[in-house]
């Protein structure tokens, strides 16, 4: 479980390609300053699993279902990454609760400065995922915990402060650099759960008995 502060930026130092497998090999400091084998690392958003390490560096596998479903296919050596070790339990929790489980990846559709912030407009690859993002709401973009203030169609807007910005990837991003999605746990939940009780038609049941809310789906599970 991760928070969305990233703690450094790191650079990949190596990467061993076999198919749509990965090792990755990145430098770090902060993240090495107490490191053991096995602890998770979240590498821009992605929970990942530390199995070799020194000083200065750690190494995690990458297997062929997160290749396929992060924009950690597209890091060479020398690319720049945000680093997130686990919340420690008596750590503070500054952002949201980030599981490191990526929904999809999404394209910066805009960068447009805003007086002291930096506007990004992200279009999701999977629509779907839109259904989660919500005006005020919290998202994780590159394992960032962000705020959305706009929500338009088949696109999301967050507002980025100085301090994210120079510290984190977002820094390095411009119009059609990809971003690792993570949508809020809470309404991911809350939505499968309608959707399984019928009361919210999912993407995926198009063609199926469309349910609704009513007075008696509230009352029969507690809400009225």
Same mark, same amino acid.
């Given at each position: 479980m ?19 497998t ?13 490191v ?15 199995v070799a ?7 995690m ?8 479903n ?16 686990a919340?420690?339990a008596?750590g503070?929790?500054g952002?949201?609760i ?8 999404g ?5 447009? =400065?805003?007086e ?6 992200? @279009?999701p690859?999977?629509? +779907?995922?839109?259904?989660? %993002? *919500? $005006?005020?709401?919290?998202? =994780? ?8 203030? @706009?929500?338009d169609?088949? +696109?999301?807007?967050?507002? %980025? *402060? $100085? ?6 990837v ?12 993570e ?8 939505a499968?759960?309608?959707?399984r009780?019928g ?9 199926r008995?469309?349910?609704?809310v ?11």
């Amino acid at each position: 479980m991760f928070t969305g502060i990233i703690e450094e930026i790191g650079t990949v130092r190596r990467i061993v390609r076999r198919g749509q497998t990965l090792i990755l090999t990145i430098e770090a400091q902060t993240v090495t300053e107490d490191v053991r084998l096995g602890d998770s690392i979240a590498v821009n958003g992605v929970c990942l699993t530390v199995v070799a390490y020194d000083r200065t560096s750690v190494s995690m596998d990458v297997m062929p279902e997160t290749f396929r479903n992060t924009n950690l296919a597209e890091l060479a050596a020398g690319s720049r990454v945000n680093l997130e070790r686990a919340m420690a339990a008596g750590g503070r929790f500054g952002g949201h609760i980030v599981q490191g489980h990526v929904d999809c990846v999404g394209v910066v559709a805009a960068r447009e =400065a805003e007086e002291n912030a930096v506007v990004f407009t992200i @279009r999701p690859r999977d629509p +779907a995922v839109n259904r989660w %993002i *919500i $005006p005020r709401g919290s998202v =994780a973009l590159d394992g960032i915990s962000l705020t959305v203030v @706009r929500c338009d169609g088949d +696109a999301f807007q967050v507002s %980025i *402060i $100085p301090h994210t910005l120079r510290n984190t990837v977002l820094q390095d991003k411009a119009n059609g650099s990809t971003v690792n999605i993570e949508a809020d746990l809470i309404g991911k939940y809350v939505a499968h759960f309608l959707e399984r009780q019928g009361a919210l038609r999912s993407p995926e049941a198009d063609g199926r008995r469309r349910g609704g809310v009513t007075l008696e789906f509230l009352a029969e599970h507690g809400f009225a």
